[in-house]
């Protein structure tokens, strides 16, 4: 099974508004992070915001907030106010504190593009 | 701190030859992973170390694939002989042992023709 699904391909959004990014993942460990990262056409990947399988309240950093549901196992990407600059490939991504290591599994990502 | 660092940028090389691709993790940082990304399969995790051991290297696509990490701040991730499949961009990242993220190297993409 996929440890982490992003079922949009492509997103398209107008400037200042607020876009959602799906995720929905996929374990049986207790313990694990959640996080999403960022991948201009440049090609570097930036990370953006975490959210702990324990934390109370959603994280949120500036225009970023992450939508943390963990019955229903998603963890999806808020971007308000969206910029020209946030027209890049999006990633999810989870960490298992498992016996195995800490392995970052991504998913297939979102592509955004911001419309003026 | 510089970042991670990864050598070369861009390597174009003939199927058949040997390329090594290296990478410098972030000072302090435990934690190195090999990541490979295309646009078929998106980023795949290949091999991950932790303190210069290998803890996982079951996404390693086949023997011709190998990753050696000799101290903490060096690792190297070679490919004998290669194979026009093998083109993608590799990442290379680190993580420190109280932090959470993982921070990204700036990638090289390699071409095998």
């Known amino acids: 099974a996929q440890k982490i699904t992003q079922t949009q391909p492509g997103m398209f959004v107008q400037e200042k508004e607020a876009v959602t990014l799906d995720c929905t993942y996929d374990t049986s460990d207790p313990s694990y992070g959640l996080f999403w990262y960022k991948q201009p056409s440049s090609g570097e990947m930036i990370f953006l915001i975490y959210?702990?399988?324990?934390?109370?309240q959603n994280a949120t950093e500036g225009r970023y907030s992450l939508n943390f549901q963990k019955a229903r196992k998603s963890a999806n990407l808020v971007i308000s106010a969206s910029q020209l600059g946030d027209s890049a490939m999006y990633f999810c991504?989870?960490?298992?504190?498992?016996?195995?290591?800490?392995?970052?599994?991504f998913g297939t990502g979102t592509s955004l593009t911001v419309i003026p | 701190d510089a970042g991670v660092i990864q050598s070369p940028r861009h390597e174009v090389t003939e199927m058949g030859q040997e390329v090594t691709l290296r990478c410098k993790p972030i000072?302090?940082?435990?934690?190195l992973f090999w990541y490979r990304q295309t646009m078929m399969r998106g980023l795949e995790l290949l091999i991950y170390?932790?303190?210069?051991?290998?803890?996982?290297d079951s996404g390693m696509p086949e023997d011709r694939f190998s990753a050696k990490m000799p101290n903490a701040s060096f690792s190297t991730l070679k490919i004998q002989p290669s194979e026009p499949r093998d083109s993608a961009v590799y990442f290379c990242?680190?993580?420190?042992?109280?932090?959470?993220?993982?921070?990204f190297g700036q990638g090289t993409r390699l071409t095998v023709v």
């Open positions: 170390f932790n303190n210069n051991v290998p803890i996982d």
């Open positions: 990242a680190s993580r420190d042992p109280g932090g959470t993220e993982a921070f």
């Open positions: 000072s302090g940082h435990n934690s």
């Open positions: 991504a989870m960490r298992e504190a498992s016996y195995t290591g800490n392995q970052f599994y």
């Open positions: 959210q702990g399988s324990y934390d109370q």
